[in-house]
């Protein structure tokens, strides 16, 4: 395969290629934070039920996550700008189908499909990165890369809500498409890069390792609904097993592995995937659920709720680059551990939001959690990548990204099944008193709560009695997300333990990074933005 690897690349290509790409890391998260967004106006125009408006972000989310390793392979073989490419057109123009959708199920196909051009896009650009930068130049390149995340993250909530309320949800899926045609047209400028030595697809391990994530991923989806003992359930879960031992067999036997296995044999690296499970755990749900809590309880527009959901993701904007020149003096294994225990600190400080709580109560723990996640942007991705040859960037940051956006499919289908279970447990009995279609139907409440809705379930209760209803209705709910976000607090406070214990196991000699390649572990020099 040609390769233009060694071919000279000037200043203005490398700061082109950052911008390009920085733009698609940021389009990212707005698509994925817009989505929840949008998820009240999904409904209230094709009157779909939970499950199916739910698919609408899980669909998006469960391509991502289960290609990226593939996509960081075939970027690897196939060229990164050539994937990179691909994947922006697959994205405009799925973005696209998604904005002139008829019904739902377009919908959730089309978002389906995103997450697949999403996979391309940010595995990548991420590999594209490490080819135009070197050294110290790198480090600064994946400092703006993590801003430019803060920034998908800081202001996605606020655009799409922006853009919901003043012309409708279908926006919020037409402008990121329009942003990816022209991310599109503008990469051709990039230069090519590849692997050499990648001289062919490792099929056996793409097929079981993608089979593998899908079926986990879809029985902790469709458990809800079909049961967590049902006969589809339970052979995803098989599934699922049978399939990771056997992508495990293929990859040891692999002269080219699309995944060195070994590589989670070093105790730092390690240490990166525990500490990006427990802050997509702890973060990315809250972006997800918080909106619909807030026009739910709150009667907020979508507007406002993208306002509000700011003092949580600015400072995922800001501190990337705080945590760049840090590391000057504190070791990134530090600046981790900090980041995981800062957001357990958040998520438990967050159980004072009730319905019309200030937004004053709500900014320390909403800054303590933002904090500890933009921590983790200024160093995390950097680190991952560096862990190899730059040759095998793509395979590198493909599973580095695989664990985070799996950590966040699986994060967004159990806290979503919490919610909707802890709110049908609060409800209890309560409802059989006001009469109405909820009387005997609880459920069906905990779902019409979780997709935003009170305002129609009130109407449903005599007048006399629909301040009672609404107060065990809001009590319900308020409680259930308590529940979920006690449930972050501890998973964050043992991944911080974790972390520190495993951070403490020496390197063996056979499992330090191949030559030319950052440690994961590296002090500053290897790891600051300036």
């Excluded at 029985?219 to 049902?230: N, S």
């Excluded at 129609?456 to 609404?470: D, E, M």
């Excluded at 974790?498 to 951070?503: F, G, P, S, T, V």
């Amino acid at each position: 395969m040609n390769s233009r690897n060694d071919a000279v690349i000037s200043k203005g290509q490398a700061a082109f290629g950052l911008v390009i790409v920085s733009i698609a890391s940021a389009l990212l998260p707005i698509s994925l934070t817009g989505a929840s967004v949008a998820l009240p106006g999904v409904a209230d125009s094709f009157h779909n039920g939970l499950a199916a408006g739910q698919w609408v972000v899980n669909g998006y989310d469960l391509t991502f996550a289960s290609f990226m390793l593939a996509a960081g392979s075939f970027a690897d073989l196939f060229g990164r700008r050539r994937m990179f490419l691909t994947g922006s057109l697959v994205f405009a123009v799925s973005s696209l189908i998604s904005a002139a959708a008829g019904n739902v199920l377009v919908l959730d196909v089309a978002r389906t499909v995103a997450g697949l051009g999403g996979a391309m896009l940010l595995t990548a650009g991420s590999a594209m990165l490490a080819h135009l930068f070197d050294g110290a130049a790198r480090a600064r390149a994946f400092g703006v890369f993590g801003t430019a995340i803060g920034v998908g993250l800081a202001f996605g909530p606020f655009i799409a809500g922006s853009l919901s309320t003043a012309f409708g949800w279908r926006t919020i899926f037409l402008v990121p498409g329009l942003v990816g045609l022209l991310i599109a047209a503008c990469c051709l400028r990039l230069p090519e890069s590849s692997d050499p030595a990648a001289t062919r697809v490792d099929w056996a391990g793409t097929l079981t390792f993608t089979g593998a994530l899908t079926a986990l991923i879809l029985a902790l989806l469709e458990g809800p609904q079909l049961g967590w003992a049902g006969p589809l359930t339970i052979t995803a879960y098989v599934l699922t097993a049978v399939l990771l031992i056997a992508f495990v067999a293929v990859e040891r036997r692999q002269a080219r592995p699309m995944f060195d296995l070994g590589l989670f044999a070093q105790p730092q690296y390690l240490a990166l995937c525990v500490a990006v499970l427990a802050l997509v755990f702890a973060f990315t749900p809250l972006l997800v659920y918080l909106p619909t809590y807030f026009v739910a309880v709150n009667g907020a527009s979508t507007l406002h709720a993208g306002v509000d959901l700011m003092m949580l993701t600015v400072p995922t904007l800001i501190f990337p680059m705080v945590a760049g020149y840090l590391l000057r003096w504190v070791p990134i294994r530090h600046m981790v551990t900090l980041s995981v225990a800062l957001t357990a600190g958040g998520a438990a400080w967050l159980t004072v939001l009730g319905p019309r709580v200030g937004n004053w109560v709500v900014l320390g723990p909403f800054l303590l959690i933002g904090t500890g996640v933009g921590i983790s942007f200024g160093c995390l991705d950097g680190a991952a990548v560096s862990s190899v040859d730059p040759a095998r960037a793509g395979m590198a940051a493909g599973m580095f990204n695989t664990v985070r956006l799996a950590g966040e499919t699986i994060a967004i289908a159990v806290v979503g099944t919490l919610l909707v279970s802890a709110t049908r447990g609060g409800l209890g009995d309560q409802l059989g008193r006001f009469g109405g279609r909820y009387a005997q139907h609880p459920a069906d409440l905990a779902n019409a709560l979780n997709q935003g809705d009170l305002a129609g379930p009130v109407q449903s209760v005599p007048a006399a009695s629909r301040a009672a209803f609404t107060d065990v209705a809001v009590g319900a709910y308020t409680g259930a997300l308590h529940t979920v976000l006690w449930v972050m607090a501890v998973f964050c406070a043992v991944a911080a333990v974790a972390l520190l214990l495993i951070q403490r196991a020496p390197e063996k000699p056979e499992q330090a990074a191949p030559a030319g390649a950052e440690p994961v572990g590296a002090e500053p020099a290897a790891t600051t933005v300036s």
